[in-house]
């Protein structure tokens, strides 16, 4: 029997399987798209952010969308300003939630840096502030009254700044869980939660 050659056909070929090619690698397709695109999203990131420990937590979790969507990713030219449009979501929920972590603060700091003869036992605050673990009022009192950030509260408790953004969110949950509890429950102390293998 002859074999007749067929030539290949020009033009773009989709990312389909496609008969005798090998199987579509994920890995390797999220490894190009972060190689050729990173330093652009993080640019991006940058323009938008006061800190660089920021921009890159949030470029982790750009391109942690991006692997969880990876096939929704367009193609070049699109793959980029899709990249942009998670980033950008990304920004938009950092930012929600560093103006809910900044108001929580605010409000604590407001309620328990009054003199202490004029913080009376009973207020909701100082009784939610009092039921927590040490560790939680440690933490809280490093944002609301010392003003550090996450890099600033690692290096003094000589941890990971991951560690303290695992163990602030925590704290933050169980505060604001006893700031809305019955004030019967205000005077039971919050329980601590099993530490997970990333809070170290």
Same mark, same amino acid.
């Given at each position: 029997?002859?074999?007749?050659?067929?030539?290949?056909?020009?033009?773009?070929?989709?990312? =389909?399987?496609? &008969? =005798?090619?090998?199987?579509?690698?994920?890995? *390797?397709?999220?490894?190009?798209?972060?190689?050729?695109?990173?330093?652009?999203?993080?640019?991006?990131? %940058? %323009?938008?952010?006061?800190?660089?420990?920021?921009?890159?937590?949030? #470029?982790?979790?750009?391109?942690?969308?991006?692997?969880?969507? $990876?096939?929704?990713?367009?193609? @070049?030219? *699109?793959?980029?300003?899709?990249?942009?449009?998670?980033?950008?979501?990304?920004?938009?929920?950092?930012?929600?939630?560093?103006?809910?972590?900044?108001? #929580?603060?605010?409000? $604590?700091?407001?309620?328990?840096?009054?003199?202490?003869?004029? $913080?009376?036992? @009973?207020?909701?605050?100082?009784?939610?502030?009092?039921?927590?673990?040490?560790?939680?009022?440690? /933490?809280?009192?490093?944002?609301?009254?010392?003003? /550090? @950030?996450?890099? *600033?509260?690692?290096?003094? #408790? =000589?941890?990971?700044?991951?560690?303290? &953004?695992?163990? #602030?969110?925590?704290? &933050?949950?169980?505060?604001?869980?006893? /700031?809305?509890?019955?004030?019967?429950?205000?005077?039971?102390?919050?329980?601590?939660?099993?530490?997970?293998?990333?809070?170290?």
């Amino acid at each position: 029997m002859t074999l007749i050659p067929i030539e290949a056909r020009s033009g773009p070929v989709s990312e =389909g399987v496609v &008969r =005798g090619s090998p199987p579509y690698d994920r890995r *390797q397709r999220f490894e190009e798209v972060f190689s050729a695109h990173r330093e652009a999203v993080l640019g991006y990131l %940058r %323009r938008r952010t006061d800190s660089g420990h920021d921009a890159a937590d949030l #470029l982790a979790d750009t391109f942690l969308v991006a692997w969880r969507r $990876l096939d929704d990713v367009p193609l @070049d030219p *699109q793959t980029r300003p899709w990249l942009y449009g998670v980033a950008r979501r990304v920004l938009a929920n950092h930012r929600r939630g560093e103006g809910r972590r900044h108001a #929580l603060a605010t409000k $604590l700091r407001d309620e328990l840096d009054k003199p202490e003869s004029s $913080l009376p036992d @009973d207020s909701p605050t100082a009784r939610a502030f009092s039921a927590l673990p040490e560790q939680d009022r440690e /933490l809280l009192s490093l944002v609301a009254w010392e003003e /550090l @950030d996450t890099a *600033q509260i690692a290096t003094v #408790l =000589g941890v990971s700044r991951n560690a303290v &953004r695992i163990r #602030l969110h925590r704290a &933050r949950k169980r505060f604001a869980k006893l /700031l809305t509890a019955p004030l019967a429950n205000r005077n039971l102390v919050a329980p601590t939660e099993e530490a997970s293998h990333e809070d170290a």
